[in-house]
Nanobody, 122 residues
Framework: QVQVVESGGGLVQAGGSLRLSCAVS????????MAWFRQAPGKEREFVAA????????VYAESVKGRFTISRDSAKNTVYLQMNTLKPEDTAVYYC???????????????WGQGTQVTVSS
């Protein structure tokens, strides 16, 4: 059973930074990509960023491009999301997901964490 566990959320002022971590454990037949999504109250789950475990492909949502950076440490089976220049509209529950390919839709990811809250105050 694949387990995905996020950490690192919290409260930060606008303009500040946070780094989220996502630890993946358990057996998987196709650990090829990891992604971050977020969901604000009353809104649909939104793609944020994704990367391949082999580092071959990384994509970002336009809303976070230039501010967020996704990276991975394969030795630790951990993916990170460095979030800089945070804005109040970045406030959401952030989810980490594992799937077979780098994709921007949540249906493409099979395993999900429980989410971590990020709140950006103005």
């Amino acid at each position: 059973q694949v387990q995905v566990v996020e950490s690192g959320g919290g409260l930060v002022q606008a303009g500040g930074s946070l780094r989220l971590s996502c630890a993946v454990s358990g057996r998987t037949f196709s650990r090829s990509a990891m992604a971050w999504f977020r969901q604000a109250p009353g809104k649909e789950r939104e793609f944020v960023a994704a990367t391949a475990w082999n580092g071959g492909n990384t994509v970002y949502a336009e809303s976070v491009k230039g501010r967020f950076t996704i990276s991975r440490d394969s030795a630790k089976n951990t993916v990170y999301l460095q979030m800089n220049t945070l804005k109040p509209e970045d406030t959401a529950v952030y989810y980490c997901a594992e799937g077979p390919v780098v994709a921007g839709t949540w249906e493409d990811y099979a395993y999900w964490g429980q989410g971590t809250q990020v709140t950006v105050s103005s």
